[in-house]
């Protein structure tokens, strides 16, 4: 699968940003689609994951409530949207995929799209 991630941006504390991605190369059926983030000098954290066939979805600790994550299987696109966001949401988010559900280990994510810029100024 080859994941290509836009919409990242510099944005202010409390403000929005949607983030999508754009999947091809392959059917998704089975797959669980998801975000991680990366802050410098920072370990790489989970963000969200989705299954691409039933749309359930699971969060990472710090974004329940305030990140939301969809898929639109006609477009073969997944979106993140961002609300009240705050300087510590700063990262490079990238947009992956695999198979297991429920993981939040990226080693169990076997695509990994290019990573886009999200910068939360205080």
């Known amino acids: 699968v080859q994941l290509q991630a836009s919409g990242g941006g510099l944005v202010q504390a409390g403000g929005s940003l949607r983030l999508a991605c754009a999947a091809s190369?392959?059917?998704?059926?089975?797959?669980?689609m998801g975000w991680f983030r990366q802050a410098p000098g920072k370990e790489r954290e989970f963000v969200a994951g989705?299954?691409?066939?039933?749309?359930?979805?699971y969060y990472g600790d710090s974004m329940k409530g305030r990140f939301t994550i969809s898929r639109d299987n006609a477009k073969n696109t997944v979106s993140l949207q961002m609300n009240s966001l705050k300087p510590e949401d700063t990262a490079v988010y990238y947009c992956?995929?695999?198979?297991?559900?429920?993981?939040?280990?990226?080693?169990?994510?076997?695509?990994w799209g290019q990573g886009t810029q999200v910068t939360v100024s205080s």
């Open positions: 992956v995929a695999g198979v297991p559900w429920g993981t939040r280990n990226q080693a169990n994510f076997e695509s």
């Open positions: 989705i299954s691409w066939n039933y749309g359930n979805t």
């Open positions: 190369g392959r059917t998704l059926s089975g797959y669980t």
